[in-house]
Nanobody, 127 residues
Framework: QVELAESGGGQVQAGDSLRLSCTGSGRTSTTVGLGWFRQAPGKERERIAAINFSGRNTYYADSVKGRFTISRDGAKNTVFLQMNNLKPDDTAVYYC????????????????????WGQGTQVTVSS
């Protein structure tokens, strides 16, 4: 099991930027993929970005493509989400998640088989 802790949320104005961080501890050696999700009040959780262990493969939801960038620092077991040009619709609780090599059909990142989750960090964007 991997423990994840997010940081970097806050309240900003539309057009501003924020960088979220998520640091893993525990069995991080089994991690093959990392992702960011968000959930706004009254809405379902949305997968917005993901990255594999090497960092060469990424995924972005259409809602954030071109504005958000996911990256990772393997040495520090940390994944980042750089969020630019924030909009009020980006207001949500943001969660990071990890995929384990034991949790995906191929043992590689699938970007859908996330089994470890952080507690979330609130991002509020005002107009």
């Amino acid at each position: 099991q991997v423990e994840l802790a997010e940081s970097g949320g806050g309240q900003v104005q539309a057009g501003d930027s924020l960088r979220l961080s998520c640091t893993g501890s525990g069995r991080t050696s089994t991690t093959v993929g990392l992702g960011w999700f968000r959930q706004a009040p009254g809405k379902e959780r949305e997968r917005i970005a993901a990255i594999n262990f090497s960092g060469r493969n990424t995924y972005y939801a259409d809602s954030v493509k071109g504005r958000f960038t996911i990256s990772r620092d393997g040495a520090k077991n940390t994944v980042f989400l750089q969020m630019n040009n924030l909009k009020p619709d980006d207001t949500a609780v943001y969660y990071c998640a990890a995929e384990s090599t034991y949790g995906t059909p191929s043992g590689l990142a699938s970007f859908i088989d996330f089994t470890s989750w952080g507690q979330g960090t609130q991002v509020t964007v005002s107009s």
